[in-house]
């Protein structure tokens, strides 16, 4: 906690915007933008520094960590805060993830160095809701090979149809069922599936359950061999990193779909890639990847199922609609705001606070 009459550093890492930031304001979470939260800063006689260049020792992130009070970053453009980078970081009192997932901290680290890690909690939850369906829809109708035909200039009805399909009487499952995995499986119910299904933790709460007619299923393994379509929507730490693998995905139908907005290093890239190539995975869609930005000769790329569709990948932008970007920005400074004024944050937000809560709070902090 801060006393107001302090003045301090404060870096923010965002995404750089280009044109497209400088004709649309709204796009709050860009370098050109700075999260709407300039004007306010430096009234107030802080020193803020927004970059994008946050890769190697020479980076503005790396330069410019030792002296800096407050990081703000997002899970758009990630800067890793590991552990020798907290080391370096002596002044370092906050972190603000200017969205929801702090993954790329290091929270053992934070707790270490008593560094209170917060995020914009639900922020993006209807936005990411929204994107899984919709890719669940591009998926299962075959959508984009269907596109990219009207755009060669073809005209070729059973060359897509043969591989399109409806949501209505499938199994669909999620693994995770917090604010975005309930929220995926009540805009689904209009779809009305065979059966809805859960892979979680922690039960939820039984009219909650009830209203969704939804089934918890206790094994991961026993789930996923249930559905057509499996959505991930669980955080990423320690024991769902490479959750879905060469063994996990072989337990899956021949021929289903994945979705993964959660985080990209929760599938094992090589595997769905092999998976999609053989036809044991019909497609696979989402927006994470597992290094941010993904590389160009990433896999998920250009990966494409036995019939040259099913891939559904786009850059990470679920959780950023313009929608989104005013909710996690105007959140992100009221936490700054909050610490500057010494004033309690919203637990819902806190992921690490000064050292007192152990980074094993985020494992168990619902999407």
């Known amino acids: 906690m801060s006393s107001g009459a302090q003045k301090f550093k404060v870096m923010a890492v965002l995404y750089r915007g280009g044109k497209a930031a400088q004709e649309e304001p709204r796009l709050l979470g860009t370098v050109e933008n700075k999260l709407g939260m300039e004007g306010w800063l430096r009234e107030g ?21 030792a002296d800096t009070d407050v990081l703000i970053t997002t899970p758009f453009h990630p800067a890793y805060l590991t552990a ?71 005209w070729n009805v059973a060359d897509v149809a043969r591989n399109s399909f409806d949501l209505e009487g499938k199994v669909i499952g999620t693994v995770g069922a917090g604010r ?13 599936p065979k059966e809805l299904l859960y892979f979680d933790y922690a039960p939820m709460p039984a009219e909650a359950a009830a209203a969704l007619n939804i089934r918890r299923v206790a094994d991961l393994g026993d789930m996923v061999s249930q559905c057509d379509i499996v959505t991930i929507n669980c955080p990423l730490h320690e024991t769902t990193k490479g959750l879905f693998n060469k063994e996990l995905l072989a337990k899956m139908k021949k021929g289903s779909w994945l979705v993964n907005t959660a985080r990209g290093a929760i599938c094992v890239a090589e595997d769905v890639a092999e998976a999609l190539k053989s036809g044991h995975l019909n497609g696979y869609a989402g927006d994470v990847w597992n290094v941010q930005p993904a590389p160009s000769d990433h896999p998920w790329r250009t990966m494409k199922n036995t019939q040259g ?14 929608d989104a970007q005013y909710r996690y920005a105007t959140g992100a400074q009221e936490i700054l705001r909050r610490w500057f004024a010494g004033e309690k944050q919203e637990p819902a937000n806190l992921i690490v606070e000064n050292g007192e ?7 168990t902090k619902a999407y």
């Open 45 to 65: 006689g802080h020193e803020f520094i927004v970059t994008d260049d946050k890769e190697g020792p020479n980076s503005v992130f790396q330069q410019n960590i």
């Open 84 to 154: 020798d980078l907290f080391a370096k970081a002596k002044k370092l009192k906050l972190c603000i993830t200017a969205g929801v997932g702090s993954d790329h901290i290091d929270l053992n680290a934070a707790n270490k160095h008593k560094v209170t890690v917060a995020e914009v909690t639900g922020s993006n939850v209807v936005s990411v809701a929204e994107h899984v369906v919709m890719s669940m829809l591009l998926l299962v109708r075959n959508f984009v090979p269907a596109h990219e035909q009207i755009e060669r200039g073809q």
């Open 180 to 192: 975005i995995g309930q929220r995926v499986l009540k805009r689904l119910v209009a779809f009305d």
């Open 309 to 322: 569709g099913g891939n559904g990948m786009v850059p990470h932008m679920s959780g950023t609609t313009l």
């Open 357 to 363: 809560v152990s980074s094993s709070r985020y494992a």
